[in-house]
């Protein structure tokens, strides 16, 4: 399983349903290929000859005066992981509930395989979801909590059971088949749900928070396993999560969402390390804003005066910008290093006085506080069990960071 | 508990034994009676009944007293139609009137659930709001709606409907209006129970699973809802066996229910070995469907106990 994690694409291709797929693109633009660590060779976005199997055109839904999607356009493609991430409250689940055909957009399309799905009820759209809560039947047994929408399509008894086996066999509880869901733990139920809204064989799975009520451990894993189910069936997953770590490790390409809005729609590499604004760069993960000013630029760099960092720093950038424009530098706490002395070929220094030391384990953040009294986040790997000098509270250290270790947000 | 014994306090064990001695009290002492008259025999005398326990003779005198008892009744009560028929129309009013009531309950309790919460509250309170009347009054006001120059035979000819006035008091139909009327809080109320505590998405798990709202209606809510429909038809059925003030003001000589026979046993004919016969034959009958609702409570607290 581990193999799914390495940065190199190959072991993905070597995986048994991506080799039937033709078509294989590389992951985004040309030369921006090394950002982040690419999870499998798939990119169908990527081809303008490729047609999605599911499309928002400027949908809109209102709830009363409150806007839960604001004008949103969306395309998500067969066979894609795709996660819709943000905070509580941001319209994920509104989005998914039209699809599924719950809820009715005020204004644009929705189409499933190109056919608009305005006026189709619930029952007849090719989607399956799997809820939030569930939704398990409490007086059906596991078995025929799976079989209840095999049962709707008239299949016959004998077909009915052998796919209600498959499906047991596949989230591996053929042995509680005859349980009631209040006889199963949570991540049984999780199983149950996720069996059940496969048996259809959906060409689309919708999973609203499908691991929110698992702990942290078993998360983990059925993290990876929901992986493998989706990549063995081919089947376009769309996972609601307001979890980054979560959509970080499953998703092909994550659309972040900001108050019915998407913020920055693209794979998880280019979303860390190339957050399109603020708001994503700060919801994504640990990030250091620098706010400041656009000076000029110096062959591919600009040069910005950042007040914080009491100087100009140098960030390696093709944006368009105008001398004067404000702008924010973003760096990662660990793309920050810290000596004791000034380090002689660094280009971007900036002294600060030990604040904050958190010692997570693997990794150790320290918080500095800077001259003009802001803080900046910077975290070290621990990479050996012995520390001979560790840096220690009220320490004045420098930090530094490369030219292409940052970015620049305009939004 | 602890090894010193634990004894509860006088309040509190009186508290624990409460129940117990309100139902020796004032259901198994009495209605031990209405057995022992059920077994006598009547007689015009003080008080009506034979044999009457003679206590100065002590112990001696209780026992004529059983040896006194006899059948009569019960066989009677079996050989004379007049009993098996008033029985079986009060069987034929109240199981129709559980249905009608199931029928027009359903809807109203469903509608209920759906409501936003404060809503919920107030259109409940609506539900409850007859209670505030004297039951016996707002069965009299039904005789003014009914009658032949009430208001809904007024009603009909101002609107062109009906060109003589109905006879609608006095009927079969006046019984089941009544009863339908009087009893549809205590169907509306177990429904809603059930109702509000179900899961909306479960509807919605059901027809994304691809069944039409009516199948997710038969196969999700009419399933979780039974505990509640047995609860409400129990509820109904029971009382409106024995109902004696609807029939009685509302129906007419053909509507003759059981309860009314009961009544006119004790009152009219001052027959009171007789009376209690019938109540004793009643209790043992609705005792049959209480048990089973029991039943079913208990498996759906079984289920219920492990979520
Ligand atoms: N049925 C509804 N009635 C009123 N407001 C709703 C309803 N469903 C969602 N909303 C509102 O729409 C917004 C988006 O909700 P939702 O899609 O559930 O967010 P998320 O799943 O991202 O947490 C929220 O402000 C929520 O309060
Ligand atoms: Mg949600």
Redesign the interface.
């Given at each position: 399983m581990s193999d799914r994690l390495r940065g190199d694409g190959v072991a993905g291709a070597a995986r048994s349903v991506k080799e039937a797929r033709p078509a294989k693109e590389r992951m985004g633009k040309p030369g921006r290929a090394g950002l982040g660590a690419v999870r499998r060779d798939f990119a169908p976005w990527a081809d303008p000859a490729a047609a999605p199997v599911i499309r928002f055109e400027g949908v809109c839904k209102r709830f009363g005066d409150a806007v839960a999607i604001d004008n949103l356009d969306l395309s998500i493609y067969r066979g894609e992981f795709f996660c819709l991430l943000g905070p509580s409250g941001c319209g994920k689940s509104t989005l998914m509930r039209m699809l599924?055909?719950?809820e009715q957009p005020d204004a644009g399309r929705i189409l499933l395989d190109g056919v608009d799905q305005a006026g189709i009820?619930?029952?007849?759209r090719p989607?399956?979801?799997m809820?939030?809560?569930y939704?398990?039947?409490?007086?059906m047994s596991v078995a025929q909590n799976i079989a209840?929408?095999l049962r709707?399509?008239g299949l016959a008894k004998a077909d009915i059971q052998t796919r209600v086996d498959e499906m047991l066999a596949m989230v591996q509880l053929a042995p509680l088949a005859r349980r009631?869901p209040?006889?199963l733990s949570g991540g049984q139920r999780q199983r149950v749900a996720l069996a059940?809204?496969l048996a259809?064989r959906p060409q689309v799975l919708l999973l609203d928070e499908p691991l929110g009520a698992l702990d942290r451990k078993l998360r983990e894993e059925t993290q990876f396993e929901l992986m493998d189910i989706q990549e063995e069936l081919g089947a376009t997953f769309l996972v609601v999560t307001h979890d980054q770590e979560e959509a970080m490790v499953m998703a092909d390409r994550i659309a972040v969402m900001n108050h019915g809005r998407i913020a920055q729609l693209d794979t998880p590499g280019r979303i860390y390390e190339e957050p399109a604004n603020r708001y994503v760069a700060d919801f994504i993960g640990d990030v250091n804003l620098l706010e400041g000013v656009a000076v000029g630029r110096v062959d591919d760099l600009w040069r910005i005066a950042c007040p914080a960092t009491g100087g100009e720093v140098l960030v390696a950038s093709d944006a368009m910008l105008t001398a004067g424009q404000q702008v924010a530098v973003a760096v990662r706490p660990e793309k920050i290093r810290i000596d004791r002395a000034r380090p002689p070929d660094a280009v971007n220094v900036i002294p600060g006085e030990v604040w904050d030391i958190g010692y997570l384990g693997d990794w150790t953040t320290y918080v500095l506080k800077l001259a003009g009294g802001e803080t900046l986040k910077t975290s070290r790997a621990n990479v050996s069990r012995r520390v001979a000098e560790p840096v220690t509270w009220e320490e004045t250290v420098f930090a530094s960071f490369a030219p292409d270790a940052a970015v620049i947000l305009t939004g | 508990m602890s090894r010193r014994g634990y004894r509860a306090p006088g309040a509190q064990r009186l508290v624990r034994w409460a129940p117990a001695i309100w139902l020796t009290l004032f259901f198994a002492a009495p209605f031990l009676l209405v057995v022992r008259l059920g077994f006598s025999e009547a007689a015009t005398a003080q008080p009506p009944y034979r044999p009457v326990i003679d206590w100065s003779e002590g112990l001696a005198g209780v026992w004529a007293a059983l040896q006194g008892l006899r059948l009569d009744n019960y066989a009677l009560l079996l050989s004379d139609p007049l009993y098996v028929a008033s029985a079986l129309t009060s069987l034929q009013y109240a199981s129709a009137a559980t249905v009608l009531l199931l029928l027009v309950g359903f809807p109203i309790a469903h509608v209920l659930a759906r409501q936003p919460e404060g809503r919920r509250e107030l259109l409940l309170l609506l539900v409850i709001l007859p209670f505030w009347t004297s039951f016996l009054i707002r069965v009299y006001a039904w005789i003014g709606i009914l009658k032949p120059e009430g208001l809904l035979n007024a009603a009909l000819l101002w609107l062109g409907l009906i060109s003589s006035p109905l006879q609608i008091m006095n009927t079969g139909v006046a019984v089941m209006i009544g009863l339908v009327y009087s009893y549809l809080p205590f169907m509306v109320l177990p429904l809603y129970a059930t109702l509000v505590k179900m899961?909306h998405?479960?509807l919605?798990?059901?027809?994304?699973?691809?069944?039409?709202?009516a199948?997710?209606f038969r196969?999700?809510t009419l399933?979780?809802a039974a505990p509640g429909i047995a609860a409400g038809a129990l509820l109904c059925f029971i009382p409106m066996m024995g109902e004696f003030v609807i029939p009685d003001l509302l129906g007419g000589s053909d509507t003759l229910m059981i309860g009314r026979t009961l009544w006119s046993e004790f009152f009219s004919n001052r027959d009171w070995p007789m009376a209690s016969a019938i109540a004793v034959v009643l209790l043992a009958v609705l005792l049959a469907p209480i048990l089973a609702w029991r039943r079913l409570e208990d498996r759906a607290a079984d289920?219920?106990a492990?979520?």
């Open positions: 599924a055909g719950f009820p619930p029952h007849s989607v399956n979801m809820f939030q809560s939704a398990l039947f409490p007086h209840f929408g709707q399509l009631k209040h006889q059940r809204a259809r | 899961d998405s479960l919605e798990a059901a027809q994304d699973l691809g069944a039409t709202p199948r997710a196969s999700v399933p979780l289920g219920e492990g979520q």
